[in-house]
């Protein structure tokens, strides 16, 4: 018999404050422009995007990060000291040590909370919030911050005509404390790794440190190939994750996707056969895309401007590098 002192966490989880930081910097689909041979017709018809965010060298991953968390707490009505762990999901975070997170836990003035970083690409943001919800369930910690972060425009190649008008920068972040009915649906969630070379980073870092390419590594990707995997194969996945929760579409009042592409986002739509009623994240617009911090970017703006309210039922999924994904369903704070 067990000599271990079984777990006592809370029955459920919720989101219970969420907070959004994008930077100071509007770029257009004009400035883009300036070094690829496209179009702003072209631009908005492949993918939706009209402007984004770059940071300045001050909007640092962990600045970005600090902002959404504060707004994120006090959104919660706690204080940084109710926070037990931090979780940062990020691919642009340039130090492989110590993690991010632990800066922006003290920076927060969290006290001693467990802090670590991910990276789950675009998918980052719904892998981090079910770690938060299994350690509350679980009973490891009360109170878990999220955060999904990004700096793409370092790692952007301004001369690639696929890529170029895509990312944008800034910061999205979420408190995950106990509740007691159900209010973080089951996760449907994982990997298909043969399909890495889709999503990647262009060579590894030692190939630059080694002086093997005199260009900055960036992201690249096979377009046609993504958009036929998420549109595909990502509405599937939807589906399981409201299957899951054990409702229908009907019984939806938001989608929140991960902004990747405008077409996608109307795709998956059509294919999810989402009512009239069902407020669509479209972010994206202005956004461009954030990976990581795309959906508690984008949740954030739907509440802020009450397009959604505290108490809908949000699905949201998030779906790329790896290629990994990852659903749920969600009530809003």
Known sequence: MSKIKPARGASYARIMGVGGYRPTRVV??????????????????????????????????????????????????????HIDAVIVSTVSHFKQTPAVATEIADKLGAGKPAAFDISAGCAGFGYGLTLAKGMIVEGSAEHVLVIGVERLSDLTDLEDRATAFLFGDGAGAVVVGPCEEPAIGPTVW?????????????????????GDVARFPAITQEGQAVFRWAVFEMAKVAQQ????????????????????????????VKT????????????VETTGNTSAASIPLAMERLLATGQAKSGDTALVIGFGAGLVYAATVVTLP
């Open 28 to 81: 257009p689909n004009e400035v883009i422009l300036e070094t690829i041979d496209s179009s702003d017709e072209w631009i908005r018809s492949r993918s939706g995007i009209a402007t984004r965010h770059w940071a300045s060298d001050e909007e640092t991953v962990a600045a970005m990060s600090l902002e959404a968390s504060g707004k994120a707490i006090a959104d919660a009505g706690l204080t940084p000291q």
């Open 190 to 210: 994982g990997s298909e790794g043969d399909k890495s070379e889709t999503i990647k980073q262009t060579v590894p870092w030692t190939d630059y440190r080694d």
């Open 241 to 268: 994750a409201l299957d899951a929760a054990g409702i229908t579409a009907d019984d939806l009042d938001v989608f929140i996707p991960h902004q990747a592409n405008m077409r996608i986002i109307d795709s998956m």
């Open 272 to 283: 999810l056969k989402l009512p009239e009623h069902v407020t669509v994240a479209r972010d």
